[in-house]
Nanobody, 114 residues
């Protein structure tokens, strides 16, 4: 499966962005989809995950601000990001995990200005 992330950009602190990740395969059959991010000089970290059953998991730093979702009909996963902070500045990546098989999308840069 191939993934294509988009939606990044420059936004002021307190603003919102929605990231999209389009997959080449049927998104409904992928066990776990997730968003990760990597800030300059830091390790890549998990932001949010969603399973094929719809269960979600969030990093503590984004809970109540970010929402992950998936649209099976469009083979697309989303990350709605609200109340953005300068600490959210990073390259965001989408990832698919399916019972040991993994695929990453290219990153999309999110820059939050304070």
């Amino acid at each position: 499966v191939q993934l294509q992330a988009s939606g990044g950009g420059l936004v002021q602190a307190g603003g919102s962005l929605r990231l999209s990740c389009v997959t080449s395969g049927r998104i409904s059959s992928i066990n776990v989809l997730g968003w990760y991010r990597q800030a300059p000089g830091k390790e890549r970290e998990l932001v949010a995950q969603i399973t094929s059953g719809g269960s979600t998991n969030y990093a503590d730093s984004v809970k109540d601000r970010f929402t992950i979702s998936r649209d099976n009909a469009k083979n697309t996963m989303y990350l709605q990001m609200n109340s953005l902070k300068s600490d959210d500045t990073a390259v965001y990546y989408c990832k698919a995990d399916h019972f040991g098989l993994r695929a990453w999308g290219q990153g999309t840069l999110v820059t939050v200005s304070s």
